[in-house]
Each structure stands twice: as C-alpha cells, then as structure tokens.
C-alpha cells in the first residue's frame, strides 16, 4: 500500500502541458527550476568519462510510454528499460534528475544496443502549425507560448544526450522517429547530432505496418539494414490501408465496439486532434517487429566479424 501511495502522488506531481494540442509533452517543473543540459555540458561529459558502472542493456526505449520496442527485446530475451514521465514521474528529461536517469540507461547499454527516441511532437508537426507558427526563419517557434518553450527544451536535452552517447557510446544503434511533417528533425541541436552520428534518413508509412492512419513517418537512424522497413506511399498501399481500415472499424461496428477518432474537423473545415490522437504514437506491432529483425541482423553480422 504504502508503494501505490508513493506512485499516486508521483503522478499527482506531473504538469501537463495545457494546450490540448501537446499532450504529449509533460514536465514536473515549474519553468524556473528546469534543467538546460546544453549549460551543464561540461559536468555531463566529465561526468561520463569517470562514469564505471555495468553495462546490461541491450535496448534502451526512449519516450516510449507504450514501451513496445522495451518489450519486444524483453520477450526475447534481451535486456531492456523504457524512459518516459507518463510512465514514470521521476523520468522527465526537463529536470536534473531526470535527465541523469536516461543518461545512467544510456551509458549502462551494451556494445551494438538499439536506442529508438520518440520525443515529443505535438508541438513541431503541421497540424499545430497555427500554435507552434515554426518556419525557416524561426524554427524556434512562437516561443512566448509555455507548451512551445518546453517542446524546445524537451528536444534540445535530447539532442544533448545523443551528442554525449556519440562520444561515450558510439557502438549504439540509434534510431529517432517523427512524423513527416514535423520541424524537429529540422532544429539545431539535432541536426548537430545527427551528422556527428552519421544518421541516415528513411521514410515509412505506418499504415503499411498495420497502423489505423496512413501515418508517414521519418527515421534518422546509424542502423544499416533499417532501409527495409522504407516505404512509398504508392496507389496500391494507400488502397490496401482503406480496405485494412474499412474491415476492422467494420468488425468493431458489428461488435458494438467505438471507432477511434484521431482528427475531426470542425465547421470551418480545420482539423483538429481528436480524443484518440494520443494513441496514435502507438508502433504497430509488425513495425516493431521489423525494426527488431534489422538489428538482429546487424548484431549477428557484427558478430560473425562481416
């Protein structure tokens, strides 16, 4: 009992953004007590190189509050943590501790783990455009908005911790996955990151992978076999998804079962999030899969010295 309380009020504790357009990011601070690692980078990194604990994990699920890469490494065998603070209030990458949590995982993972990142997106894809107003010249955004301000601030710790996992771990899979549409792989301190870590980039369609939305979908990842998963939206795979999707929400009708509503549009013809859109960052089993099979792949080559 006294463990559930303990978990109750760490939950009780988390700051929801308050827009309704970025749920998906979260903080535990107020706005004065929160962690810019880009002004610590001289601790961190001393902090690094004196780090001698073990190393066990074989994944390391990043903004994952499904934690469905974490559990699929975990089912075979493998060793595996998640980090997010909907699944953990103590995980929040905006504060100190937090921060020094998902760098521990990190710099606890094995030679040739697979690191897939998630951060937030809400707040940098085109259909918050009119929120968020990022563009060229201000791929900031409006930062006199809070939820704006702790995107950024979400994404450049993230981008801080891939720059010292470069140095640190370099033997790392990485893999960072967004929407098409979004500005963050467009931000600074990622961009930074991703050309230190060599990231190749691909495009999926995760309604080819058996997602309810077409979903097309950016991966900046180091792992090599990942152009596999590469997907077109080609007339055939646009028509296979509305007869994939047309069948189930036909079976959950006829099983009395609600129609999940990611969008709606109101009556001027915009769009909007709808009451499931925070589902929708839920991979699809088969994608998962997919993404598991490259890096068993390259693991066992590594291994085999090819």
């Known amino acids: 009992m006294g463990l559930l309380i303990r978990i109750l009020v760490s939950l009780l504790c988390l700051h929801p953004v308050l827009s309704g357009r970025s749920l998906d990011a979260s903080t535990t601070q107020p706005e004065d007590k929160w962690y810019v690692a880009s002004d610590d980078w001289q601790r961190l ?3 690094c190189s004196m780090w001698r604990g073990a190393r066990r994990f074989d994944c390391v699920d990043v903004f994952s509050h499904s934690q469905r890469f974490a559990s699929a490494f975990a089912r075979a065998g493998f060793m595996a943590v998640a980090y997010d603070i909907k699944s953990c209030a103590q995980q929040d990458v905006t504060c100190q501790t937090g921060f020094m949590m998902l760098l521990e995982y990190g710099l ?5 783990a697979f690191m897939p990142m998630a951060p937030p997106c809400s707040l940098f894809v085109g259909i918050s455009q009119g929120t968020h107003r990022r563009s060229e010249k201000k791929l900031e955004g409006d930062t006199k908005l809070f939820c704006v301000r702790l995107s950024n601030l979400i994404l450049n710790n993230a981008a801080i911790f891939l720059l010292l996992m470069q140095i640190w771990r370099p033997g790392l899979y990485v893999m960072l996955e967004n929407p098409l549409s979004s500005w963050l792989v467009k931000q600074k301190l990622f961009l930074k990151a991703s050309k230190l870590w060599g990231m190749q980039r691909y495009v999926t369609y995760l309604g080819a992978w058996g997602h309810d939305l077409l979903k097309p979908t950016v991966l900046f990842s180091t792992l090599p076999t990942l152009s596999k998963i590469a997907r077109r939206a080609t007339k055939e795979l646009r028509k ?5 999707i047309a069948k189930r929400n036909a079976r959950k009708r006829a099983r009395g079962q609600p129609v999940k ?7 001027n013809g915009k769009f909007h999030g709808g009451k499931d859109l925070a589902s929708s960052a839920v991979y699809p089993h088969s994608f998962i899969k997919a993404v598991f099979q490259c890096w068993q792949e390259n693991r066992l080559a590594n291994a085999s010295g090819q």
């Not at 296979?240 to 994939?244: A, C, D, F, I, P």
């Not at 509503?261 to 009556?267: A, L, Q, S, T, V």
């Open 45 to 47: 990194n001393h902090y």
């Open 108 to 112: 606890a993972t094995l030679p040739g």
């Open 240 to 244: 296979k998804h509305r007869e994939l």
């Open 261 to 267: 509503e990611y969008y709606h549009r109101d009556k």
